[in-house]
């Protein structure tokens, strides 16, 4: 099984910060890496998948980087809306994994 | 619009059956996988399962295999996830979801139903 890491578990941040939010694999995904945003009660979303691929309707200060084993989220200047829980998921093997999510908070 | 809803939250005691449903609309619904979800109260994203509706192919997680059954009717475009005997451990939000696949095997969620409650308590 592909083990995802995300760190930090939280953050706090202020309007207007950039956040950074990595997720690491326990073993080469290439670029199989999407990243979801949840908000409280709500379903996630996809943000950005293929590692850095922009979904459709997503803002621009979103953006995503990385392969292999290592992948980066930021978000570059952090709206209010934007305070939510965020997870990474490998989508190279079948067996599909999440990161234990990151919590950003005001 | 591609949506998927489903069924309403539920609570049962431990040792009921229970199946829950998801339908898709918008979209070919029997050619798309589906992917199945939990989250546990206050915890992360945990990967089910997936089924195939057209085929109806499923792939287990090791960790929910035997503890839950995926099937899916493409007739009515609903794909349901069910359990013969809950636990209080079962209690959790349950979240389908269609796998969107592109070129070079590019895989995503999207959209994600909107969760359904299911508690288990004596």
């Known amino acids: 099984d592909i083990q995802m890491t995300q760190s930090p578990s939280s953050l706090s941040a202020s309007v207007g910060d950039r956040v950074t939010i990595t997720c690491r694999a326990s073993?080469?995904?290439?670029?199989?890496l999407n990243w979801y945003q949840q908000k409280p009660g709500k379903a996630p979303n996809v943000l950005i998948y293929?590692?850095?691929t922009l979904q459709s309707g997503v803002p621009s200060r979103f953006s995503g980087s990385g392969s292999g084993t290592d992948f980066t989220l930021t978000i570059s200047s952090v709206q209010p809306e934007d305070f939510a829980t965020y997870y990474c998921?490998?989508?190279?093997?079948?067996?599909?994994?999440f990161g234990q999510g990151t919590k950003v908070e005001i | 619009e591609v949506q998927l809803v489903q069924s309403g939250a539920e609570v049962k005691k431990p040792g009921e059956s229970l199946k829950i449903s998801c339908k898709g609309s918008?979209?070919?619904?029997?050619?798309?996988?589906i992917v199945w979800v939990r989250q546990m109260p206050g915890k992360g994203l945990e990967w089910m399962g997936s089924?195939?509706?057209?085929?109806?192919?499923?792939k287990n997680s090791p960790s929910f295999q035997g503890q839950v059954t995926l099937s899916a009717d493409k007739s009515i475009s609903t794909a349901y996830l069910q359990w013969h005997s809950l636990k209080a451990s079962d209690t959790a939000i349950y979240y389908c979801?269609?796998?969107?696949?592109?070129?070079?095997?590019?895989?995503?969620?999207?959209?994600w139903g909107q969760g359904t409650l299911v508690t288990v308590s004596s």
């Open positions: 998921q490998q989508s190279h093997s079948t067996q599909y994994s």
């Open positions: 918008g979209y070919s619904f029997a050619s798309d996988w």
């Open positions: 073993q080469n995904i290439m670029s199989y």
């Open positions: 979801a269609r796998l969107v696949i592109g070129a070079r095997g590019i895989n995503y969620l999207d959209p």
């Open positions: 089924i195939y509706p057209g085929g109806s192919d499923t």
């Open positions: 293929a590692a850095s």
